[in-house]
């Protein structure tokens, strides 16, 4: 499972998504986020490991995700992968 992280680590900073910019049009633009976790078994069925994913609502662009448990702390650390902009300013909505 490291492996898609460290893909995604490897990648350069500008492939990363950005916020979209609204046009002038839109007199109040506001950043959305989906947040959804799913597990899967890897080799057994006692070994259950979760994708926990960020995705901007309007473009479809995942934001950030982190493989882990289901706990408090994985939650975290999808919290603390995300864009610091996603952080401040967006209205998040889960499954």
């Known amino acids: 499972m490291n492996f898609i992280v460290t893909c995604f680590a490897a990648l350069p900073d500008h492939l990363h998504g950005q916020p ?13 986020v989906e947040a959804d976790e799913m597990w899967n078994c890897v080799k057994q069925k006692a070994n259950k490991q979760w ?14 995700f982190h493989v882990g448990d289901w ?13 610091a902009v996603y ?5 998040f909505y889960t499954d």
């Open 20 to 32: 979209v910019a609204f046009p002038r049009a839109v007199i109040i633009g506001r950043l959305e």
């Open 71 to 83: 706990s408090h702390e994985s939650a975290k650390q999808l919290w603390g992968n995300l864009p």
């Open 51 to 64: 994708l926990w994913s960020a995705m901007d609502k309007q473009t479809r662009q995942i934001m950030a």
């Open 87 to 91: 952080r401040a300013q967006a209205t």
